[in-house]
Structure formats: structure tokens, C-alpha cells
């Protein structure tokens, strides 16, 4: 079949959910993920056709269906680095780039022993592998529940040529885990699930009904239970004058500060991001 007819069929069937702009710009992401068939490559051969039309009506059931095009083609973009992503992972966002940019901005001076990080919650493995691609003397850890969402990390870590330690630990036992909580680390650095129960009709559908709520949803009686429960372990397990850094919810700002004053952290700074959001918070241990 001709890939103009298509992307007719796409037009037909994806224009009353999607702007057309974005119906022809997933068709071609498609079309050259599926097929190595670039916007131009058709556009020079409007006659091209293709045999093997599963794949890409397959993935016009998946847009009907809302499913962000990363889990589609499987891949994504961030901090300037490829990575692998399914739906055992959250899709990296741009904010979370910033968060990596302001840790990058805040490295401490040198030390004689090496330079060590820990990521929690790591997901994709996106922050802790774009710091370590960074910062190439330090060691970085990284840790999450699902193990899933490790296989993924790990994956993303080989694609990268990187180096991170992964660990599978629920950050909410860690006190079981003594390996980890011997351990020491000149940085801290967390995304944790922050978007409470009530925020969920906000979301767009293909957030809701695609992403992992493991990745995402808190109960609204306590919302910072995964910050409150990384602050107490960064008290104690960040070297002297280590940084402690987070990304937060919005509308949480406030009670962040709070928290890490509650800890005795010192030079707290609470961040917006490009769209002037509370976004990031850091404090680094008294
Ligand atoms: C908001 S996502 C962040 C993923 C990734 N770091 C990023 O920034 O895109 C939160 C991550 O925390 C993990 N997580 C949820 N509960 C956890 C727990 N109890 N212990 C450790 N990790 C947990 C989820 O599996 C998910 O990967």
C-alpha cells in the first residue's frame, strides 16, 4: 500500500482526537522508526509504498488509544542522550532535565576520596545516567522498587556506556537494607511519585491510562511520605556538606522547605522551572 494512502487513514482516524500538525508528525515518526522512511525520502517519492503494513496500522490502534509515540517506538530523548523506554517506565520529562542541570552546576569541589551519587527511584535510569555521562570520576548508584523498571535502567545504562550500580530496594524499608544504608554519598538525588490522588482529573488520558501510578501517584492523607522518608536517610547517609536534591510537586514548595528545615538542612533553595513552577528544591546537611 502507498504510505500516502496511509497516512490518509491516519488523517481519517486521528484527526478528531490530535491537532492534524501532530497527526502527520507521529505518522512520520512512525514511518521512519518502522521503515527508515524519512519526511523528506517520501516527500521526493510520493509513489512509495510499503509491503509489511502491520507495524504501522498497529501503531495507528496505539494513537487511538492515546499511548504516548515514546512507548510506541520505544525510545526517547533526554538530556541530549538516547534511551529505551516501555511502560514499565515514566516517559523522562524536560523538567527533570533541569534538575539534572542544576546538580551538574553544583558538583563539590574536589575531594581526595571519589565523588559519590546516589539516584532514588531511578525509573528509565535518566538522571543517573546523564550525571554519570557528566561527571565521569564519580561513582553513581541508583535505586528503585521495580525491578522492571530496572531491566530498563540497565538497558539504557549499556546503550549510554555508562556506569551505575543498580540496586532493587522499596526506599520506604531501607532501613532493612544495611548494604545501603552503610554506604555514604556526596550527593542525593530524587524524583520520587509526588502527584496526589486528587490531582489525577487534571492529567491528560494518555499520562492516566498509560504511565506506571507506581511512578506516579501518592495518597493525598500524606504526600510527602516518599521525601520525608529520603530526607531521614540522606541525614543520615550523605557525607559532610553533601547535597540533597529533589524535584516536587508544584504545589508542595512550601512544605519542602519546611521539611528539610525540620532536618536542619542548610542553604535551602527551592527552584521554578522554565514555566515558573516550584520545581526543584535543594539543602545540603548541616
Ligand atoms: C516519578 S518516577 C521517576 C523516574 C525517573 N527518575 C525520572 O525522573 O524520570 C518515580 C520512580 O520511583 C520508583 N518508586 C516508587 N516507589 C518506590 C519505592 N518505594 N522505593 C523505590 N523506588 C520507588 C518508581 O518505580 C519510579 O521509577
Keep these: 500500500m502507498k504510505l500516502k494512502a496511509i497516512q490518509y487513514i491516519y488523517h481519517q482516524e486521528l484527526d478528531a482526537i490530535y491537532d492534524p500538525n501532530e497527526v502527520d508528525s507521529f505518522f512520520f515518526i512512525l514511518a521512519e522508526s518502522f521503515y527508515n522512511i524519512t519526511r523528506i525520502k517520501l516527500a521526493m517519492n510520493p509513489e512509495l509504498a510499503i509491503d509489511d503494513m502491520e507495524k504501522i496500522l498497529n501503531g495507528l490502534e496505539r494513537l487511538k488509544n492515546e499511548e504516548p509515540i515514546q512507548y510506541i517506538i ?3 530523548e533526554f538530556f541530549g542522550l538516547p534511551f529505551k523506554v516501555n511502560q514499565n517506565v515514566l516517559i523522562p520529562r524536560p ?3 533541569e534538575l539534572v542541570d542544576w546538580v551538574l552546576n553544583h558538583q563539590p569541589p574536589t575531594t581526595n576520596h571519589q565523588l559519590t551519587i546516589l539516584d532514588i ?3 528509565s535510569g535518566c538522571i543517573a545516567i546523564s550525571l554519570a555521562k557528566h561527571m565521569q570520576k564519580a561513582k553513581v548508584y ?3 522498587v521495580s525491578s522492571e523498571a530496572l531491566n530498563v535502567a540497565k538497558l539504557n545504562a549499556k546503550l549510554n556506556e555508562a556506569e551505575v550500580g543498580f540496586m532493587e530496594v522499596d526506599i520506604l524499608k531501607i532501613e532493612e537494607r544495611k548494604g545501603v544504608t552503610d554506604f555514604k554519598f556526596d550527593i542525593i538525588v530524587s524524583n520520587p511519585p509526588y502527584v496526589r490522588e486528587k490531582e489525577k482529573e487534571q492529567m ?5 491510562n498509560n504511565e506506571p501510578h507506581l511512578a506516579l501517584f501518592v495518597e493525598d492523607e500524606d504526600p510527602l511520605q516518599f521525601y520525608k522518608a ?3 536517610f540522606a541525614v543520615n547517609n550523605l557525607t559532610d556538606n553533601g547535597l540533597l536534591f529533589f524535584e516536587i510537586n508544584e504545589y508542595l514548595g512550601g512544605d519542602m522547605v519546611q521539611l528539610l528545615k525540620d532536618h536542619n538542612f542548610m542553604n535551602i533553595e527551592l527552584k521554578q522551572d522554565i514555566f515558573k513552577k516550584d520545581r526543584m528544591i535543594k539543602g545540603q546537611i548541616a
Excluded at 204 to 208: D, F, P, R, S, Y
Design 74 to 76: 520505544g525510545d526517547t
Design 95 to 97: 523538567e527533570t532535565e
Design 121 to 123: 527511584g531511578t525509573g
Design 142 to 144: 541508583a535505586l528503585d
Design 204 to 208: 491528560k488520558a494518555n499520562v492516566l
Design 230 to 232: 529520603i530526607t531521614k
